[in-house]
């Protein structure tokens, strides 16, 4: 009976978590510039998923369905992957303030998918999402070797981060401005500061199988993230494969990072500030720590999703200008926590 009961807590956790979950993505359906009742919401999903036969109003009923409901799951999905790379790359780069978005993974995925967009890189054979995992993959390299030839302290990576999130911006705009069409311009650069607007339910089914095979893959290595927490050479000394785990969570890191900026833009912040606030709530035990964090940025960017279109009646905001509202003044205060250490 003892022996029963961290298996009864873990799962009601787990269901109080899915139970949260489906009450954000509720709100996230409910909420926006015409207000929508929770059960509306709740009877629209069994119209549509089991044909339930509920009478409701065909344009509240399209609304949710076809704009709202895929809008906040693809916004759960991003929140949850971004979180589980900052959860990852802090704990591989034992650096709290390593994030897709610091690191300049963002940015390169971000240039890789305009080159596939724009400049046809790849002659119709790589898709918007390949374009932004190669480049993803070439930013962290690009960064990885930079910080090796600067020295391998903590600052030499987030400087580092800094130069090729800058460098893969500039390129960004450098393509933008020399090969789009006014009309381009101004639909990338909306998207590039994160936009939602155009989520529909194809991408909710890139998205969602993504983020549960990210979030599995991570589990699958917690025991490896708690071991380099403490550096590779302690890894390494408890029997963990340090190169292979090394290059199969940076490998997912990439995925999840371009796989979410190709459907919704770069989106900063989320990756550095979600993890120190799970860890607040759960500990430092990747175990509970990366479902947390999954969590916890899910509701995060539903959040973020809402307020980007209410806050201006009539207007909807890049949902980057919301989460970096919120963001920036967390970064402030790690960092400022963190300056003996950089």
Not at 41 to 68: F, M, Q, S
Not at 76 to 90: E, P, R, T
Not at 207 to 221: D, E, F, K, Q, R
């Amino acid at each position: 009976m003892i022996a029963d009961r961290p298996i009864l807590r873990r799962t009601g956790a787990a269901f109080a978590a899915l139970v949260l979950l489906l009450f954000a993505l509720g709100v996230g359906a409910a909420v926006g510039e015409t207000a929508i009742p929770l059960d509306v919401v709740a009877k629209t999903v069994a119209n549509r998923l089991w044909h339930a036969g509920y009478a409701l109003e065909p344009i509240d009923e399209g609304i949710i369905w076809n704009y709202r409901l895929s809008r906040a799951m693809v916004a759960a999905c991003c929140g949850s992957a971004l979180a589980l790379c900052g959860v990852i790359l802090q704990s591989l780069l034992r650096n709290a303030l390593a994030d897709p978005y610091i690191l300049g993974i963002s940015a390169g995925a971000s240039t890789g998918a305009v080159s596939v967009a724009i400049l046809g890189i790849g002659a119709g054979a790589l898709t918007l999402p390949a374009g932004a995992f190669l480049g993803a993959i070439v930013a962290f390299g690009l960064v990885s070797a930079l910080a090796l030839r600067a020295g391998r302290g903590t600052s030499a990576i987030i400087l580092a981060g800094i130069a090729g999130s800058q460098l893969f911006n500039a390129l960004t705009s450098f393509i933008v401005t020399k090969a789009a069409s006014a009309e381009q311009a101004r639909g990338i650069m909306f998207w590039l500061l994160g936009n939602l607007s155009g989520v529909r339910w194809p991408d909710v089914w890139l998205a969602l199988p993504v983020a549960i095979l990210g979030l599995i893959v991570c589990l699958w290595h917690a025991r490896a993230l708690d071991a380099f927490t403490f550096g590779t050479e302690s890894a390494a000394s408890l029997g963990i494969p340090v190169r292979r785990v090394y290059v199969v969570l940076i490998a997912i890191s990439a995925l999840l990072t371009a796989t979410m900026v190709s459907i919704v833009g770069s989106i900063g912040f989320v990756g550095l500030v979600i993890p120190h606030a799970a860890r607040m709530v759960v500990g430092v035990r990747h175990g509970l720590l990366l479902p947390a964090s999954a969590l916890i940025g899910a509701i995060f960017m539903i959040a973020a999703d809402v307020l980007s279109r209410v806050i201006i009646p009539g207007q909807v905001l890049p949902i980057g200008v919301i989460t970096a509202l919120f963001g920036a003044p967390a970064f402030a205060l790690i960092l400022s926590q963190r300056r003996s250490a950089l």
